[in-house]
């Protein structure tokens, strides 16, 4: 016999007003035969963050939870980004003490019928199971291709990005009480969650398109996650910087050599070797300065975000 899970399905809202009525009458009729067929427990919850929508979806989620119990909401009091809105949802759910929670979009673009198999991966022992788009063909070219070379520059920079992964996913009592213990304001939750550890299982998804509105990642709201996945994992960019400086203090001797063999040859014009000398010398000893501060800078940095040094799987007493 399968036991019941304890879950809070949590959905981030921004100005959906074209489609959420509907988006909540399936996820909540979803949701009623998951807990009639045992996947879920009767306490089990839908949980819609309101990212400071300014069109009628407050509206339309009060009447939600109004008609539905099960269905619970937080309205933010502004816009503050889909990753915000995510972890503000998480941290409801955490504070509920639920057993498992899954995040996935209000816009249903991600096929609901896949949670079944992230329970199930659950019951097989995953504390956190990352949904993989199965494939990207209703993303623009644009996107595709923004997409692609950004995952394989986070994976140069050395941060543990699954590629294709998206915030839909599963995570345990434990992984979410590990999340919570970091601090940082900076949320760049497809690095940090895979960073915590733990057994991790995937489950591949269809994407389909919106059934309505427009996408609100903006190209802004785009940039800005992708600076922070960069910024937020990696000082690699600030090393390259001191490697660059070292090398051209390498160079800057060969050139030395180079120099000074012209001007005891008589090879040059006046000036030429102490204007030259000075500038490869000069630009070397920079870049090469700027990065060694760049090196304490980034550790401040990293230092700065007080990050959990590890999180215990399991404890024999
Ligand atoms: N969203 C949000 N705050 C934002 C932008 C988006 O809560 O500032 C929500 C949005 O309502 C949707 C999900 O995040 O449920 C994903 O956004 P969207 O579908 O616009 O992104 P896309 O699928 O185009 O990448
Ligand atoms: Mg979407």
């Not at 599963?170 to 057994?199: K, V």
């Not at 910087?241 to 051209?248: D, R, S, W």
Request: hydrophobic share 45%.
């Amino acid at each position: 016999m399968k036991k019941d899970i304890k879950l809070y399905l949590v959905l981030p809202v921004y100005n959906e007003e074209e489609i959420l009525e509907l988006n909540i009458k399936i996820i909540q009729k979803f949701f009623a035969d998951l807990v009639r067929e045992g996947e879920i427990d009767a306490d089990s919850r839908i949980l819609l963050v309101d990212d400071g929508s300014t069109d009628r979806s407050w509206e339309i989620i009060s009447k939600a939870h109004t008609d539905h119990p099960m269905i619970e909401a937080v309205r933010l009091s502004r816009n503050e980004g889909h990753q915000t809105a995510l972890y503000a949802g998480m941290r409801e759910a955490y504070l509920s003490k639920t057993e498992t929670v899954i995040t996935m979009d209000a816009d249903l673009q991600q096929d609901i019928h896949a949670i079944p198999r992230f329970l199930q991966a659950y019951r097989d022992g995953a504390d956190i199971v990352s949904g993989i788009r199965s494939s990207r063909k209703t993303d623009g070219l644009l996107k595709r291709g923004s997409a692609s070379i950004f995952y394989r520059c986070m994976q140069l920079l050395g941060c543990e990005i699954l590629p294709d992964s998206a915030d839909y996913r599963l995570l345990s009592s434990r992984a979410l009480a590990s999340l919570m213990q970091f601090e940082e304001r900076d949320l760049f939750l497809r690095g940090l969650i895979p960073s915590l550890g733990f057994r991790t299982a995937l489950v591949e998804f269809e994407v389909s398109e919106r059934a309505g509105g427009k996408s609100k990642y903006t190209l802004s709201k785009m940039i800005k996650l992708g600076m922070s996945g960069i910024t937020s994992f990696s000082i690699r960019p600030i090393r390259l910087i001191f490697l660059l400086g070292f090398l051209v203090l390498l160079a800057s001797g060969g050139m030395m050599i180079h120099i000074l063999w012209d001007y005891l040859h008589g090879n040059t014009v006046s000036g030429w070797s102490s204007i030259l000398a000075s500038i490869w010398l000069l630009g070397g000893i920079g870049i090469f300065s700027i990065g060694l501060v760049g090196e304490y800078v980034g550790r401040a940095y990293m230092e700065a975000k007080k990050r959990p040094l590890y999180f215990v799987e399991e404890r024999l007493e």
